[in-house]
């Protein structure tokens, strides 16, 4: 290799190391630190070494730029000495961040000569003990006209409020939480801070803000986060009010002791009779509830101001016109409409495409629509619509999305067919809770078992399905209710899952013959239904036996005889029940009484025919029984 070019090489890669010597602090902040490390007698700071004052740049908490000028101060002092903070931190002018954090501060009053840093953006003042209260007050520092953030925080210091960071317009944060705040805030100057993101200043006792500051109440809503003491209670806040006061106007007559203006201004207080939920003073659940009378009412377009709300419940009221298009409020997660009936009965309205992408909860209650347009399926996780109107098949689009729990039931459904897609698609196998019971008139094959392969719950009691289920695989399902159709045949073992939970097939007369053994062994069922068939339990199966008090009730059993135990036993009055002492004899020997109980009963049979003879034969010939017996 070329000389020169490998020593350019070495130099290009060691240069760094060589280029940059350790900083030496600059004369004045050099002194000044030399000063401060000497007024602390007790060296809280046991690195802090006065003498060897030109490597200050390198001590614990010390950043300095690279003229040497010390720009930061960030320590923790882990001593319980006397020590205070020092006016001669207001010496170095191009301080940029002061963050102190102490077991104890015992007297701490903010330097006046922290109104010569006019680099300060960042202020910190804090200790980690709870116990012990400081002394002292918050002096006027408000031509450190630069300063951002002040924290002066868990000191327990018993001070004014003080109104001088009003002064500082570059504020974007003011904690003095962990305090003893007292005085009287100016929440109409605390308002005008411009850049102000965050105030806390609990738990205090000061002033508490009113429906007339109303600068500050908006600011809450464009998002300034606040925080007072408990003693100041959340007030709603202006635009959301506004959508208050118009809906219950509007709905006066459909809500029982309507709310005043009072109350709807602390609603997020009092939670309006569990009607609204807030955080941080934004509405994130409205339930409006109505009674139920013949009254209209009309949803405000002041809707929209609710920019934070996740859930909107609308109960037992009928709506004038459509929705406000909600697709502006992106928070919006969960709609539910109740008994609500629309200005006009026919298909579901096009304003419910207009909900936001975040909107994964729809349920449509009561409601009276006949049918379901193609655009409300996006992004959804839950689509209920029970109990509405609804007999037209489902828009095809709904193929193409994943929904979670789907609920028609109780709508007029007909013929085989809800939805046209493929069974093995994304929405058939998407699908773990599906009911469309009560559908009278939908009927058709169970579907192909694939369809059981996503499915937890199942439900499609008191339909007109037909066919048979002896070789149906259930996969995973907990709830299996086919109640009310008109299956027949018998149940085969597939459909014993070990996970059955719930099992329901009352009132298919078309069902007959000995159910599994296996459903006995099923540990988690608490729920068995055979009522309204033909089917039989095992009547010689432990496990059965072991589950008829809780679980077997509808099992019909064959005839048996009871095993005589104890003196206490009492026989069942009835062949569908089984003993106190739940014991059978064995197979052989119930067979042997059946045979000796029906050769008894033929022999009195017999005996009761003679004796009918003989009477008709004495009243016919009219002969005594004294001679007829000597005869």
Known sequence: MNFPIFCILILSICSPIFSYPSIVISKDDGENLQKIATAWKDNPLQRWDPAGILSGCQWEGITCNENGSVIALDFSVNSTSQWELTPLLGNFNQLKKINISALWIPTITLPVTFNKLIQLEYLRIDSVNTKNYSIGYLSDISKASNLKEIHVTNLKLNATFPN??????????????????????????????????????????????????????????????????????????????????????????????????????????????????????????FKLLGNGKKCRGEISNSILYLTRLQSLTIESVTINGQLPNLSNISSLVNFTMDNVKPFSKGPLPASFCQFGPGVQNLRIFKSGYTSVPDCIFRNLGVLDLKENGFSQPLPISICNHTISTLDLSGNDFKGETITNCDVNGPFVQGVTIMNLSNNKELSGNLPTPSIFSSLVEFDITNCSFYGELANVFIGGVTDFRVGGNKFTGTIGPLVASDFLVRFDVRDNRGLSGLLPDSFGTISGLVEFRISGTNLTCPHNSTAWLEKWDTVMKDCHYPP???????????????????????EYADEDGWQIWIVVGAIAEGVFLLICVAIIVLAVMIRKNKISTNKYLKV
């Open 164 to 285: 001088w960071v009003f002064s500082l317009q570059k504020l974007q944060i003011i904690n003095f939480s962990g305090n003893a705040i007292i005085g009287t805030v100016d929440y109409k100057s605390l308002a005008s801070l411009p850049q102000l993101k965050s105030f806390d200043i609990s738990p205090a006792d000061v002033n508490c803000p009113g429906q007339g500051d109303t600068q500050y109440l908006q600011r809450l809503y464009e998002g300034l986060e606040s925080k007072i003491g408990s003693k100041c209670p959340l007030l709603t806040l202006p635009p959301e009010l506004k959508f208050l006061n118009e809906t219950y106007t509007s709905f006066a007559g459909c809500v029982d002791n309507p709310p005043v203006e009072k109350d709807l201004a602390m609603a997020c207080e009092t939670g309006l009779r569990s009607t609204i939920e807030c955080q941080s003073n934004r509405i994130v659940k």
């Open 560 to 582: 048996y005889v009871p095993v005589i135990t104890h003196t206490s036993a009492k026989p069942s009055k009835t062949f569908n029940h089984l003993p106190d002492n739940k």
